[in-house]
């Protein structure tokens, strides 16, 4: 179950080029706050390229705030901040739910988010 957290926690945190051999090939992606919906490993990593992207411009602090690890789910719920030239740009409260199947790969994400400057 550690190992799932860890995976979890990396992919939450917006490190996706490490963890992007634990998406399963139909993986799918929630994403509620945008209504987007993506399915298959090839569509949720053009997704993420994106979003790496967009970190790649602005300094991100994120502060998870707990987790729950269940019989392949995990959930990690947080707190980020995202600045720019020093300056808050936007403020994020997650919870990300991360449904594994057998092979322990990611099969299924659900991510909430509510953002807004805080």
Known sequence: MENLLAVARLFSGGK???VS??????VEFHIYED??????KAQVLEFCKGIADYF???D????ESGSLVGEGK???YGYGEFKKDG????AVHSCDVYEFNDDGMIAKIHS???????
């Open 16 to 18: 996706f080029d490490e």
């Open 21 to 26: 051999d634990r998406l399963a090939h139909e």
């Open 35 to 40: 209504q987007k919906h993506l399915i298959g």
């Open 56 to 58: 790649s411009t602005i």
């Open 60 to 63: 991100t602090d994120f502060r």
């Open 74 to 76: 995990v959930v990690i």
């Open 87 to 90: 300056q808050l740009v936007n």
């Open 112 to 118: 909430y988010c509510n953002s807004g400057q805080q």
